[in-house]
């Protein structure tokens, strides 16, 4: 049985703790909390909320510790800090600051001898992967990802901030025509406005300025100015029944030529509609903890990511069952 | 650089020839072949052709063995037979065979300090990748693999067996209706007939009866008679033009629930779309040999399957450049 933590109990957080009743080899044991514990009630029967100030107190009680924080500002600060006292695993999601993560994270796991994975989930995590593969497989050839169609948290925050709005949900969503392009093979050049465009449902405050509001959003710099954008004001009614959900997904294809003159098209995709993405970034935190745990208890101790793990390594089964029965 | 030798000088052989051309880091050392071998010519300047009597004298000439052998009577005899001497790779797809393969493999490659790979290629290979990572993330969920639209060399030949029958060539086509009921998450069960059908183009001897053929055909138990079946007749010139192609390709699903009542329903969708199949199944062989070749230096030895092998392992790239550009 593997026991695992939960450091945080939001969205992410509720999914793993949903996924690890769905695993019988995985039992939850604890989640910390910065909040007073008695205010935070949980899913599992028997499973304890405790105050992250004792977290220390339950080293040899868990397994594995998944890190349920933010990537702005808790991870970098929690994982390299709690990896020197649990094997742990992440979520962290900024691309461009992997390295340093990694680095941090690390030196933290190394030291102590843990075992830690950073950046699980679906992408990072199994977009990664089929990045990874796609590249492998077909060397003379180009990647393209695409995302949605689904909820961007970023931009809705982006929205939430502009004055005059009460609520607002920006969907991204890849363009049909782009996507037909990539899997034709010819490996179009895309910009931006040409892969994605986005849509945003506002709730403006009585007496608002619309225009202005749809203004804001349509020209604001980086989130917005480079894509095709639409602006649909609603009601709180509205927007409580149809847009409250955490739907996503996207795409990742590889397409490549191979032969001795690159005469054969070859392509490659892999596509997720998730109708809830914590729940879905939960069980594949849930599936790497358990290849977590057994790297540690083999003693191979330091940071990995997804690229590192043996596929094997994250089933229940045995190599036996999963070559008769998978392969 | 890894020196690289094939078995053997078939489709799948020309398509490991062609992707060792795509990759840097890799080289054809020599093709092995039964024939004469002044009768075989090679597409790589540089890399010679040799008798498979001869293949010993290049135990310390060769990184990787790659077998290009069938999987009903080459492969079973000439991997464990080639595990004794070299590093070994194949694409032995005879499902139902695969434990008692590995066994033979395994027992060769483990006492002469060799590493082996089976079963690499498509299905099993990339596709088995993504039935387990799909089986992993989503524990509650539900398993779908189809094939095509592309050439069965099986059913082609069971068709070429008939009386009357000068060519033919048989496509699976996988059924929209299907793949659609797959891809809505509602986890339908599908009987054959219902996924699959199958198109068969067919040049008639002079004077045959075609009526006959065609009831021949649709009435074969075990290829045919499960399937809606469609047979076209047409000429010799038709049959040259349109039908010399290899291409294939398919699907792989996992669609399952999560949530703490199973209420979000998520799906992962892998797909195909190649060509030519033996270039792909050659150029994954290619980038599994990287993997082999890195295991054996390493003296991990014994026979492994792709879900063994870490996925950083088949990339040319570091683990820093993995991280900062593909996670």
Not at 145 to 158: L, R
Not at 161 to 169: E, H, L, S, T, W
Not at 301 to 326: N, Q, W, Y
Request: charged share 25%; net charge negative; glycine share 10%.
């Amino acid at each position: 049985m593997i026991k695992i933590g939960i450091l945080g109990y939001g969205n992410l957080a509720r999914g793993v703790e949903a996924s690890i009743k769905q695993n019988p080899d995985t039992s939850l044991v604890a989640v910390f909390t910065r909040r007073d514990p008695a205010t935070v009630k949980i899913a599992t029967e028997g499973a304890v909320v405790d105050s992250t100030d004792n977290i220390e107190s339950y080293k040899d009680k868990i397994d594995v510790l998944v890190i349920c924080g933010g990537s702005a500002t808790d991870l970098p600060e929690q994982t390299p800090k709690y990896a020197a006292m649990f094997n742990v695993i992440d979520s962290f999601d900024t691309h461009a600051r992997i390295p340093e993560h990694f680095a941090n994270v690390d030196g933290a796991a190394s030291s102590s001898n843990h075992t830690a994975l950073i950046s699980g989930g679906w992408d990072p995590g199994m977009f990664s992967l089929n990045r990874l593969y796609g590249s492998c497989v077909l060397p003379e050839g180009k990647d393209y990802t695409f995302w949605g169609k689904g909820v961007s948290q970023g931009h809705s925050d982006a929205i939430r901030r502009i004055a005059g709005v009460k609520n607002g949900k920006q969907y991204t969503i890849p363009v049909e025509a782009a996507l037909e392009a990539v899997r034709s093979g010819e490996q179009p050049e895309l910009t931006t406005r040409q892969k994605h465009t986005r849509e945003c449902f506002v709730v403006a405050e009585e007496g608002a300025d619309k225009a202005l509001i749809e203004k804001t959003i349509k020209e604001m710099p980086n989130y917005f100015a480079d894509y095709d954008t639409t602006v649909h004001f609603i009601s709180e009614e509205e927007f409580a029944a149809n847009h409250s959900g955490m739907n996503h997904g996207g795409f990742v294809f590889r397409t490549g030529v191979t032969g001795n003159n690159g005469e054969h098209k070859q392509v490659i995709e892999y596509s997720l509609k998730l109708d809830s993405n914590p729940e879905f970034t939960g069980s594949v935190l849930v599936a790497y903890a358990r290849a977590i745990s057994r790297l540690a208890a083999k003693g191979d101790f330091g940071c990995k990511t997804v690229f590192d793990i043996a596929p094997a390594l994250l089933s229940p089964l045995s190599g036996e069952e999963l070559r008769a029965h998978m392969l």
